[in-house]
């Protein structure tokens, strides 16, 4: 077994976060990259993606940041940069689940806390909805503080809240009719978000996660005309084309108007029937501790990502 392998794929970021949760930020990152990453953090002088965005944790501390990755405040700022017609519909927010006024919810529905990745519920159909298995969920969720696990600042102080949005459906893409989530009735399309990965507010690549409803998550990057980039980051890249979206021209005009004057930001898109929503903004993909394969992309990486000068 190759160990150093194993530890990388093993380690288990919220355990640590709990175990490690009184030292300084700058300490915990040194440690959790080397378990990791497999090498010594560089925080001097940083050259690679994955050092830069430890970098970027520690130093660039803008406070609209905690307003960007708020899954509810996020769409009103989007809304005023790019227009409300990119926002998929919230249908309420709340703070508790038990205030959840569920009569007023349609079928389908999707729920998410606004402090958090992964605190998520996807109703397909509201008379076979588990309430208990997701108030277990997104009350488990709504007790945790993001911020803890990668040391993520803009999480820190984000108020945890739950919102419900429209349940959109692109009709073109389909996941496998072998998929049987323990709420899905019938086999559900997969709503493809695309990645656009901003440096110092220009497009320079995007990725897509694809199969996410297999149990081999696939992550492949494109160049801005839509090549295949040769080098994988933490996951396999799909071997299964996929499709340049029609709108991609246009999602890159608008990532690039929402990450203006931030060194690094990745806007999330998904084009649906045709249209353009958006999904989220995030500072630091992976929490800056996946792997690249081959390790010179992370340096290639790192190259386009100007550093500010505090």
Known sequence: MNIKKFVKNHVDTKKLAHI??????????KIVYRLRIGKKLNLKEPK????????LKLYDRKPIYTTMVDKYEAKKYVADIIGDEY?????????HFDDIDFASLPEQFVLKCTHDSGGLVICYNKGKFDKDVARKKIEQSLKCNFYWVGREWPYKNVKPRIIAEKYMVDESVY???T????????PQTELMDYKLMCFNGKVKC??????????????TFFDNDWNV????????KSTKPITKPHTFEKMVQLAEKLSADIPFVRVDFYEINGDIYFGELT????????EFTPDSADYDMGRLLKLPDY
């Open 20 to 29: 490690f949760g009184f030292i300084p930020d700058n300490v915990y990152l």
């Open 283 to 290: 500072f630091y993909p992976g929490d800056g501790f996946e």
């Open 48 to 55: 690679t993606f994955n050092e830069k965005i430890q970098w």
């Open 87 to 95: 926002i998929i519909p919230t249908l309420g927010v709340w703070d």
């Open 229 to 236: 980039l040769p080098f994988e980051r933490h996951y396999p």
């Open 206 to 219: 995007s990725f897509v996660c694809s199969e996410r409803y297999s149990s081999n998550l696939k992550v």
């Open 175 to 177: 996941v496998d009719e």
């Open 179 to 186: 998929y049987t989530g323990k709420e899905a009735s019938n």
